[in-house]
């Protein structure tokens, strides 16, 4: 790419549209396939082998990270776990963006995290371009079965998502929040 145009991965990384068929990054969705396949197929018994497949899979990988199969992302490249991480059963991360999970969440059964969207506009979307905002969940958070976080969310630190929660704007932190919209239902200490 001359004349300073960003690529489409760098496109997608700015919150910019971009498309996803891009070579670049239809080979690293690819990639992250091979590797999902391999984690995914492991048993119980191959904890150290399940080690090695999310250290060349993440962004970030901290200490103590368990995620149960099946696990399910687009790149992994953008996703930053911190130490303690626990995702249960059927976790899915669209990280087309950067996903910054800090230590020691909890992420109950079929948690879904989604970076990715589709302009609204139908002639936009018609194109094949696609848009990802970056989500950051804090320390110490817990979010309940099925809850889905949208794009651009922030979770602040030590806060709890209930089950089946719609997370559609930034939750502070030291809070309870629930619901489709979810919304704080009650503050901690």
């Known amino acids: 790419m001359g004349n300073g145009e ?3 991965k ?11 068929e891009d070579p670049e ?3 690293e969705s690819k990639q992250a396939s091979r590797l999902l396949r391999l984690y ?4 119980e018994e191959q904890q150290e082998r399940r080690q090695q497949i ?3 899979l993440l962004g970030k990988v901290g200490q103590k990270i368990t995620i149960v199969p099946p696990f399910h992302c687009d790149y992994g ?3 930053y776990a911190g130490n303690g991480l626990f995702m249960n059963y059927g976790c899915v991360i669209l990280d087309c963006n950067t996903v910054h999970i800090g230590d020691n969440v909890l992420c109950a059964p ?18 094949g371009r696609e848009l990802a905002a970056p989500i950051m969940i804090g320390n110490n958070v817990w979010i309940g ?21 719609v997370v559609v704007k930034d939750i502070p932190a030291n809070v309870v929040a629930a619901g489709n919209p979810c919304r704080i239902i009650k503050m901690l200490g």
């Open 6 to 8: 960003k690529t489409e």
């Open 10 to 20: 760098q496109k997608m990384l700015a919150s910019e549209l971009y498309l996803a």
């Open 25 to 27: 990054l239809a080979a």
């Open 40 to 43: 995914n197929s492991t048993t």
């Open 54 to 56: 999310l250290q060349e």
């Open 77 to 79: 490249s953008n996703i």
């Open 110 to 127: 079929y948690v879904q995290i989604y970076t990715a969207y589709h302009p609204v506009e139908p002639e936009i979307r018609l194109t």
């Open 145 to 165: 079965g099925g809850a889905i976080i949208c794009p651009g969310v922030t979770i602040g630190d030590c806060t709890t998502i209930g089950a089946g929660s």
